[in-house]
């Protein structure tokens, strides 16, 4: 169903809009797509959603959960360690339904012959019975998606020797901007880090080759070791500055705590728990009052395509469902099973269309964004 941004409430319009003079120019691009803009669009609001959803739903008897924080499409990537939907910059102890509203929309909007529809009841019936499967068997790994699962490898995909010598993402930059293997700062910071890793005497044994700065995604500081060892594979250790969304002014982050004693550690414990298997030398440190998060970079890390057939939907469905519904049932709160999945099977219905109401919005919003700034020289 197709709502006009004449209908919003201005309060609406407000919460979801975005300027775009804030965005980088390469997000700029993104958000006005007229395919993938829609998707990007709503990667950019978690936080106004978040603060949206509140406002639809109760929250004071939602059960609480560690949630995973950021289940979308994006997230999710094949490595030469394992697969699953990673980034738990958002993983905090609160209300489990944020997790399947933003799975749903991940879903929903990757796929553009279902911009202005609701959600297909298909791909909603078989989300909750992978969350169902995944709840009730969490001993079991969760289900993979399977488009990524019988790729043909490239083969800087094949070794961290093959990739060291490639121009893939990291290991192209690794002269951009350089950082002196001597840097205190950057020295301290992989100490730190390997400090709170039970198999950091691994990576100990290597000498530092090099050391670059870069930013994430959206601007945070990034620094990126490469590892040398005599003729081992050589290892690319990650470690990113990580961010702390409840410090800040959006009422919603009420209904959400950290359990952790930091910002890094929570991301550590949440990747434990959502994606066991997915990482290899995982660990987070904390320097000058900033915490971080780090891992060792795969050689192989493979994304879903940016946009989904049906089919590709339904089997995310399946995937992102029983990975959610495994981490949901490992951390309960204060509610028995019987009670959590009573309460699930009673609200489902309930939030897919609080699901469709947002996307309604967000398409509306979205919309009139690109009307105003699809033709503008920003």
């Given amino acids: 169903m197709r709502k006009k941004f004449s209908q919003l409430k201005d309060a609406v319009k407000v919460l979801l809009w975005h300027l775009p003079w804030d965005e980088a120019e390469k997000h700029r691009e993104l958000l006005l797509h007229p395919e993938k803009g829609p998707y990007f669009y709503f990667r950019r609001s978690k936080s106004p959603l978040h603060e949206r959803l509140t406002q639809l739903v109760n929250h004071s008897k939602v059960p609480n959960v560690l949630i995973h924080g950021s289940p979308h499409i994006d997230n999710y990537a094949k490595t030469s360690f394992g697969a699953g939907m990673i980034d738990f910059d958002r993983a905090y102890r609160g209300p489990y339904l944020w997790d399947i509203v933003c799975l749903l929309m991940a879903i929903h909007l990757r796929n553009p012959d279902s911009h202005y529809c609701d959600i297909s009841k298909d791909i909603a019936q078989a989300l909750k ?75 100990a044994s290597y000498h ?102 049906t089919e590709e939907q339904l089997a995310f469905a399946v995937s992102g469902g029983s990975q959610l519904g495994r981490g949901h049932r490992l951390t309960l709160y204060d509610i028995s099973e019987s009670n959590f999945l009573d309460y699930f099977n009673q609200n489902y219905s309930i939030l897919i269309a609080v699901t469709n109401t947002l996307l309604q919005e967000l398409m509306a919003v979205w919309e009139e964004y690109q009307r105003i700034y699809g033709h503008a020289s920003l």
């Fill in 129 to 203: 019975e992978s969350y169902l499967a995944g709840f009730n068997q969490p001993e079991a790994h969760y289900q993979l998606y399977t488009p990524l699962e019988n790729i043909v490898l490239k083969p800087w995909e094949k070794s961290m020797k093959s990739y060291a010598k490639s121009e893939k993402k990291w290991a192209n930059q690794t002269n951009a901007f350089p950082v002196d293997v001597q840097d205190p700062f950057a020295g301290a910071l992989l100490k730190d880090l390997l400090l709170h890793h039970p198999q950091s005497t691994t990576i």
């Fill in 208 to 309: 530092i080759n090099k050391i670059f700065y870069t930013s994430g995604s959206f601007g945070r500081r990034r620094y990126i070791y490469l590892l040398e060892k005599n003729r081992d594979q050589p290892i690319f250790i990650d470690i990113k500055e990580t961010k702390n969304f409840l410090a800040s002014t959006w009422t919603y982050t009420k209904w959400y705590k950290n359990p952790y004693h930091g910002e890094g550690q929570r991301l550590f414990e949440a990747a434990k728990i959502y994606a066991p298997d997915f990482a290899q030398h995982e660990s987070y440190a904390t320097l000058k009052g900033i915490d971080y998060w780090g891992r060792e970079v795969p050689c192989l890390n493979r994304k879903p395509n940016k946009i989904f057939s």
